[in-house]
């Protein structure tokens, strides 16, 4: 039997390419932030994590050039070893106090903290307690570790209290879940769930990838709820709001230090470029110094969110600049999704096992930097390709 064997099999990608019906890894010749180009072809986009639109931003951009001038293109090594530089700290330093924790330790991506530090924490005898909507990430982090797994219902916390009493009191447990849901836009709520955590002796963690930047004044999801002292771990990526590449985890100094010294993907990966480093730093500063993005982002999500609503889309539990429309089906949904290409909307098309079956949908999202003129076309656009495949 030959291991490729699989490989030669695999046809559905081609034969989607060959019909030019294949809406991901759509490589862009252009992208200016809120407008791209694909074959000459231009976008408004609306299917981009930038939701502050910083990665044009001027102090950004001349931070990650600068940063290339006098310290090169890599570090060429760990954080564990060569690869530490002051500016690391520093960004540390500045995203602890950002979302109110006593420590942070920056990975090189958001990945990388959810595989490193979830499976530094959980070991033989824990349990790690996740949302069934929960991040890929966040899953994967859980497989590495060697703890058991538990799941309950998306946002569900009745069925929450019912996994953690079934749980032994002796075993060491954490509760790992999405701030904001990135497919469909909704927040876990972290004022009830903070109490069940600490009923059932559970330590919480946060991943905010989508809500820092956006919710809480930029500040993030916890912060938002005004739970921050009882979220133990909050996690963020440098790879949405914060216009890099990369992501931190923020706790308490002594878990971080212990993170710092157990996680295999901060220990045995290279650190953070110089120039993502310093893009970060100034993406935080760019958000102190502007605090009306954060307001604005969501004033840009929520005049789409009735606009389609309006429209009579389907936009689900949407509080957030994650937008989706609900189609439930998927041929429908990769042929609004090609209609909206063609008239000049990119956005990104989902479907089962990325949601579940019958939530099948186009996942929209929106920045600080989308001009109304920008989100009027883009309603357009929705509405004459909502009534040609008959959405609406
Ligand atoms: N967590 C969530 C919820 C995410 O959406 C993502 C990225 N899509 C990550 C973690 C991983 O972040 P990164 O892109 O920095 O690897």
Known sequence: MDIFEKCFSYTTVKEAIKEGFYPFFIPLSENEGTEVEYRGHRLIMCGSNNYLGLTTHPKVREAAIEAIRRFG???????FLNGTLEMHEQLEAELAEWVGKPAALTFSTGMQVNLGTVSALVGRDDIVILDKDDHASIVDGARLGYGKIQRFRHNDMEHLECVLKGLPDNAGKLIVVDGLFSMEGDLAPLDEMTVIAKKYNARLMV???HGMGVNGGGHGTAWQFGVTDQVDLIMSTFSKSFASLGGFVAGDADVIDYVK??????????SMPPANTAAALAALDVMRQEPDLAARVNANAEKIRNGLKSLGFNTGRSVTPVVPVIIGDDQLTFLTWKSLFEEGVFVNPVISPAVAPGHQLLRTSYMATHTDEQLDKVLGIFEKVGKQVGLI
Do not use: K, Q, W
């Not at 293109?73 to 954080?79: K, P, V």
């Not at 010294?261 to 290279?270: E, G, N, P, T, V």
């Open 73 to 79: 293109t890599s570090c060429t090594g760990s954080r």
């Open 261 to 270: 010294h157990h996680a295999r993907a901060l220990i045995f990966s290279a």
């Open 207 to 209: 991943d905010d990838a």
